[in-house]
């Protein structure tokens, strides 16, 4: 169907769908690496299983996609709205961009099971150096001086934690461990920051109009995709059958068992519904400048929850990692405000039809 022939979605209801995505976010950000931890602190060790929870949930994006196709159905006046937007060609992008996010989620999982979270989450930072590393291979984005020094400063943090990383370890874990769950971590990020401009690219090569119902598609068919990929390897790891047992044995009872796996899939579910209905509500710079003024409060929450040892290093790490978040940010910032300034009113109207549901 012709863009241009769908509603438009009113300035206050963007604001409303602003406010709760900001508030799914804000949940999914501090509490799905908390919650995945706990499970690892109390008796948890199936990876597989923390690798599934991300993304097993991903029925629940039904309920908005449901809710923008009435809205659509409803508002339009040949009452013919398509039921799927998405063409074959980008479903078939589409599920490589969930394999990747499979291995993203196995590597982050395995990260998390040896680090304590405010050194994950510092690590997990360094993803916007892969984000801009990889943009600039893909999709072609140029540097400017603010990334090149958003980058420096990334690299600088993740080196400082490395030189120190022994002052963390969790007691009980071995040093070849701790090692390989620091690089599992920053896979994860390398790896992320690889899938966010092939999306851009996806986006860019779909010859139709980007609306929130088919940011929606793209998201079920990945986190379907990402599923099925960890479902195949907790068979061959034999994790399902292991579920019962490891509840039995779990520190904080077997029922606390079920609702901390429970609520780990709801709430990474909540990070993902946030962080793409914050982009469409607003864009991606406000998506990220959230995630980063949320990340010093994560740190705060794994110290005092979990009693974790907030080193001078970490707190040198995370200084310059929000050094390297604003400085990006303002960049990007400029760079969009410069943007707009040479937009002609022909292109602006364009990209006003282009924000539908």
Same mark, same amino acid.
């Given at each position: 169907m012709d863009s241009k022939m769908e509603p438009q979605v009113s300035s206050r209801m963007k604001k409303i769908l602003l406010i709760i995505n900001s508030i799914f976010l804000a949940v999914g950000t501090c509490g799905a690496p908390l919650i995945m931890r706990l499970y690892f602190i109390k008796g948890g060790k199936r990876i597989w299983l923390s690798c599934w929870l991300q993304t097993v949930a991903w029925p629940i994006n039904f309920i908005p996609l449901v809710i923008s196709y009435l809205y659509r159905r409803k508002n339009n006046n040949n009452n013919s709205s398509k039921l799927i937007l998405m063409t074959p060609r980008i479903f078939m992008a589409t599920i490589g961009i969930g394999i990747l996010q499979g291995c993203v989620n196995y590597s982050y999982a395995y990260g998390l099971a040896k680090l304590p979270v405010s050194t994950s989450g510092l690590l997990s930072s360094t993803q916007l150096v892969f984000t801009a590393f990889f943009a600039f291979i893909i999709v072609r984005l140029k540097f400017t001086s603010y990334s090149v020094n958003s980058v420096f400063l990334l690299t600088i943090g993740a080196v400082v934690l490395a030189l120190h990383s022994g002052s963390d370890r969790p007691e009980g874990e071995s040093k070849k461990l701790y090692i390989l769950g620091f690089i599992m971590t920053l896979a994860a990020a390398a790896l992320a920051g690889l899938i966010f401009p092939l999306v851009e690219l996806i986006y860019k090569k779909a010859q139709q109009a980007i609306t929130y119902t088919f940011v929606l598609e793209f998201q079920i068919v990945y986190c379907f995709v990402a599923t099925l990929f960890s479902t195949i390897g907790m068979i061959i790891n034999n994790d399902f059958q292991a579920i019962s047992g490891e509840a039995k044995t779990f520190e904080l009872g077997e029922g606390r068992y079920y609702v901390v796996i429970i609520l780990s899939a709801i709430i &990474?579910?909540?990070?993902?519904? #946030? *962080?793409? #209905? =914050?982009?469409?509500?607003? *864009?991606?710079?406000?998506?990220?400048?959230? %995630? *980063? =003024?949320?990340?010093?409060? +994560?740190? =705060?929450?794994? =110290?005092?929850?979990? $009693?974790?040892?907030?080193? !001078?290093?970490?707190? %040198?790490?995370?200084?310059?990692?929000? &050094?390297?978040?604003?400085?990006?940010?303002?960049?990007?910032?400029? !760079?969009?405000?410069? $943007?707009? @300034?040479?937009?002609?009113?022909? %292109?602006? +109207?364009?990209?006003?039809? @282009?924000? +539908?549901?």
């Open positions: &990474w579910q909540f990070y993902s519904l #946030g *962080s793409i #209905g =914050v982009i469409y509500s607003a *864009s991606s710079l406000v998506c990220g400048i959230l %995630i *980063s =003024v949320l990340l010093p409060l +994560t740190e =705060v929450l794994a =110290v005092i929850l979990y $009693r974790e040892n907030f080193s !001078a290093e970490k707190g %040198i790490s995370l200084a310059l990692s929000l &050094w390297g978040f604003v400085s990006y940010f303002y960049g990007d910032y400029k !760079a969009n405000n410069k $943007r707009k @300034n040479n937009q002609s009113p022909e %292109i602006e +109207t364009i990209d006003k039809i @282009n924000c +539908t549901p």
